[in-house]
């Protein structure tokens, strides 16, 4: 049995999270910035300039022009916008690496990655959390980061895991625990600690499959994240390697509140921002 340590000690070449993606988000977060203090900080990382002109140039905005200014596009797309394309093109460099293991499985993480981070958006807002929609969008996103790495890293170890989930329809993380003695849960979350996320997001990475373990003061966000990992999960955006060992965690659904016309509602608006990612950050690009 591979042990937790070992795995984070050979897992120096996962790249940080990218600075760019941080510090823009951080000149964001005032909303007095000023746009070309934004733009000098973006445009030092291609992938996330690419994102933005297309994002701006797509059909979702229906300009009659085509926009190939970095600093018009900010201004078209608005923080909010802004916020999203950075932190998914942030995460895809983390998702869409060239030793990616089982490449099949990445490219199905990173579209539920996306599922949940919209997800647990929309969720936040229908219930009127009182949640930083940058924790929110950032915590789903890296919610399953430590699969990633199981799958990059034990890639033998990570097959077994699979087998177990089909053979014996565990759930994910109990398998896990089974082969390695860890989940990928308890592996995201140390990885988001070296990468110096706030203890929020360590928290909501951590404990995204047992809410009820996370520290007080994170639960809410660790709740949020694990409703929305059930609910995407069950309208397909999972992975393969799921199986069909998942189900919407109903005590969360009690303690939210959350009634059945809700879900419903929530699915229809959850569909259309799924829509608006396709086109927006090349879901299927990594698929
Ligand atoms: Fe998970
Ligand atoms: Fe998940």
Not at 138 to 146: E, Q
Request: charged share 25%.
């Amino acid at each position: 049995m591979k042990h937790m340590d070992e795995i984070l000690a050979s897992i120096h070449q996962i790249p940080p999270f990218p600075q760019v993606a941080i510090k823009a988000m951080d000149i964001i977060s005032n909303t007095q910035y000023v746009v070309s203090d934004l733009v000098e900080v973006i445009r030092l990382d291609q992938s996330i300039t690419a994102n933005i002109l297309k994002l701006c140039n797509s059909a979702y905005f229906g300009l009659p022009r085509k926009v190939s200014s970095l600093k018009e596009a900010v201004v078209y797309l608005g923080t909010i916008q802004l916020r999203q394309v950075l932190l998914a093109s942030g995460a895809k460099d983390i998702y869409d690496r060239p030793d990616k293991g089982y490449s099949y499985f990445i490219g199905e993480l990173w579209q539920h990655a996306i599922a949940c981070a919209l997800m647990s958006q929309v969720l936040a807002r229908h219930l009127r959390l009182s949640l930083d929609e940058n924790s929110i969008f950032t915590a789903a996103l890296l919610h399953d980061v430590g699969k990633v790495v199981l799958s990059t890293y034990v890639s033998q170890e990570f097959a077994e895991i699979e087998t177990m989930v089909k053979k014996e329809h565990l759930s994910f993380h109990d398998a896990e625990r089974r082969v390695l003695g860890f989940d990928h849960a308890e592996i995201g979350g140390r990885l988001a600690e070296l990468w110096k996320f706030p203890d929020s997001i360590v928290a909501a990475i951590r404990f995204h499959h047992e809410p009820e373990k996370s520290p007080k003061t994170f639960r809410l966000l660790s709740e949020l994240i694990a409703l929305s990992d059930g609910l995407v999960l069950m309208v397909g955006y999972g992975t393969s390697a799921d199986g069909l060992s998942y189900h919407i965690p109903h005590l969360l659904v009690d303690k939210l509140k959350l009634k059945k016309n809700d879900i419903e509602v929530l699915m229809i608006k959850f569909q259309e921002e799924m829509d608006k990612a396709q086109e927006m950050i090349d879901v299927k690009d990594v698929l």
